[in-house]
């Protein structure tokens, strides 16, 4: 007997390097979600898309600004199956793991094999393409920085560090009438084993955009603390407008860089060439910062990883700082 299908596809709402995103519907509840799906024809793609399902699946509904992935499904040929760490793995699970370890595809090549991230739909697209389409709004600038600092805390705490995180990975929804970020593209993320300090973990293989990558990120050692640069990137960006043309999409992207001539040098790059250069925070307008989010950037874009805030430091900072706080009234 044929099975109604689970999902409808709607239209495509945007496509990455990797996959393609859809808006579908739940058939049986008529509700909206997003549908990722990700060709695992080559172990590059099965590892960024394996590494995206184990973040993903540790950290299940458990924090707001988070996306929260629903489900995810191995299509291979006709067959289609849910993954999940709580059924056991099927044998196509196996050889997609498989393929991940030994660096080379394990399925069988005639059959097309993609997974399909089923996820909550962010109706506001990118927090680029949002933000650069309002006008500037200290408020909303404060109200995305703490919600970003608790989603990063919270991944910290659980033990997964991003690695990629630019304003176009971060989406957005909205929860009456607000405008909520969500962290999402865990393509790159890596899940530390053991329960220890995140900060401890180290890494040795370079990865990221450049304009967000840590100084430490192009020597290729680094730790959790990446993330906390790539943050600082972004609220500087958002704080002062400040933006490029990506190279590959020649799309207006937020982010801060040192201009050499014509030449754009991403931050990281520059700061591991000279180490003692002074960032010049703010870039633009001495008055339109503030002196204590100066200096949370500067505390968040240290050249020593050592001297950067975590996580944890920061989500306690950008409660404090009077950017973008509605002003009290006085009482005449
Ligand atoms: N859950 C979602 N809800 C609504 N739109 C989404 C969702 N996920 C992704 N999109 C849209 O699809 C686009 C592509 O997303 P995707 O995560 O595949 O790649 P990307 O981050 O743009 O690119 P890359 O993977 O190359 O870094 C996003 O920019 C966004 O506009």
Same mark, same amino acid.
Not at 192 to 206: D, L, P, T
Not at 214 to 227: L, N, S
Not at 313 to 320: K, P, V, Y
């Given at each position: ?5 689970? &999902? ?5 709402? #945007? ?6 995103? &859809?808006? /579908? ?18 172990? $590059? ?28 499904? !191995?299509?291979? *040929? ?5 993954? +999940? ?12 793991? $498989?393929?991940?370890?030994? #660096?080379?595809?394990? %399925? ?15 109706? #506001? *697209?990118? %927090?680029? $393409? ?18 970003? +600092?608790? /989603? ?29 970020? =969500?962290? /999402? ?10 329960? #220890? ?8 293989? /370079? ?5 967000? %990558? ?16 790539? !943050? *600082? ?28 001539? =014509?030449? !754009?040098?991403?931050? *990281? ?53 009077? &950017? ?9």
């Amino acid at each position: 007997m044929a099975t109604e299908a689970k &999902y409808s596809i709607v239209q495509e709402v #945007g496509r990455g390097s990797y996959g393609v995103v &859809y808006e /579908a519907i739940v058939n049986k509840t008529r509700s909206k979600v997003a549908v990722k799906r990700m060709h695992c024809n080559v172990p $590059e793609n099965v590892e960024l898309a394996l590494q995206e399902f184990w973040a993903l699946q540790s950290i299940q509904r458990q924090h707001e600004n988070v996306i929260q992935l629903e489900e995810c499904i !191995l299509q291979n *040929g006709q067959v289609f199956q849910p993954i +999940s760490h709580r059924y056991r793995k099927s044998d196509s699970h196996l050889l997609l793991i $498989e393929t991940c370890l030994k #660096g080379r595809r394990c %399925m069988d090549p005639k059959s097309a094999c993609f997974l399909w991230f089923v996820m909550e739909f962010c109706d #506001g *697209g990118n %927090m680029n $393409e949002y933000l650069l389409s309002r006008s500037p709004d200290a408020q909303l600038n404060n109200s995305f920085m703490r919600q970003l +600092s608790s /989603a990063v805390a919270f991944l910290h705490r659980n033990q997964i560090v991003h690695r990629d995180l630019k304003s176009d990975n971060i989406l957005i929804s909205h929860r009456r009438g607000s405008p909520i970020v =969500k962290v /999402a593209d865990f393509g790159l993320s890596k899940v530390c084993q053991g329960k #220890g300090n995140v900060n401890q973990h180290r890494f040795s293989s /370079a990865c990221g955009s450049n304009f967000y %990558m840590a100084p430490e990120v192009w020597e290729g050692h680094y730790t959790a603390k990446a993330d906390i640069f790539a !943050l *600082g990137i972004i609220f500087w960006a958002m704080v002062e407008r400040i933006t490029f043309r990506d190279g590959d999409t020649e799309k207006e992207l937020l982010g801060t860089y040192i201009c050499q001539g =014509k030449e !754009l040098i991403p931050l *990281g790059e520059a700061l591991l060439e000279n180490p003692n250069m002074k960032l010049q925070i703010p870039l633009k307008n001495k008055k339109s910062m503030p002196d204590d989010l100066c200096k949370l950037l500067h505390d968040m874009l240290a050249f020593n990883p050592k001297e950067r805030l975590d996580a944890f430091q920061l989500e306690i900072r950008i409660r404090q700082i009077s &950017y973008g706080k509605k002003r009290q009234r006085s009482v005449s």
